[in-house]
């Protein structure tokens, strides 16, 4: 990982994530942090399995067009200037498909909540078959900055022969 946990000064936490498909109208996947589960600060003591998820998905996922990305985050009592995530997902050496969501000033003690809408990379067969017998092999990092300074980095790994 590139930064600690503890470099989330501003008690940025993810309290919920939904990606759909947008052309059938379909969502593929929704979590929630449980409503009245008090924030955590991160300490030094951490381990990174909090920064780590594997998704398991069908080979049609593979196909997608366009998704909706929702997500609803909540800020500590700090002002947030410039917060942004870039993410990369990768499989093998190959670079699939870089985002960059910009999220703007953030109001502290503040609930908020963005879809951002995308295209997925349109892969080949003989890509999509290796992606789907090398379950896991497709990954991402996901890297939130704060006027311009890394903050949190998050890993993800994805199966899709589920």
């Known amino acids: 990982y590139l930064c600690k946990t503890t470099d989330n000064t501003f008690g940025i936490e993810f309290v919920a994530f939904k990606l759909r498909d947008l052309d059938k109208n379909v969502t593929l996947v929704s979590i929630e942090k449980p409503e009245g589960v008090p ?7 951490d381990d ?5 998820v594997q ?4 080979p049609d996922f593979l196909k997608l067009k366009t998704a909706g990305m929702t997500v ?9 200037n410039k917060f942004r995530m870039i993410e990369r997902h ?3 050496n190959k670079l699939l498909k870089s985002f960059d969501f910009d999220f703007g ?3 502290p003690e503040s609930k908020n909540t963005c879809e951002h809408m995308y295209t997925f990379p349109q892969l080949s067969e003989s ?9 896991y ?4 990092d996901s890297f939130y900055f704060v006027d311009d300074k890394l903050i949190m980095h998050n890993k993800a790994e994805y199966s899709y022969s589920a």
């Open 127 to 135: 890509e999509m078959k290796a992606m789907i017998d090398s379950p």
């Open 48 to 52: 990174d399995s909090g920064r780590f």
């Open 55 to 58: 998704y398991d998905f069908t």
């Open 90 to 92: 990768f499989f093998g």
């Open 39 to 45: 924030y955590q600060p991160p300490t030094e003591q």
């Open 137 to 140: 092999a497709t990954k991402s």
């Open 72 to 80: 609803t985050f909540t800020v500590g009592d700090a002002v947030v």
């Open 105 to 107: 000033f953030c109001i």
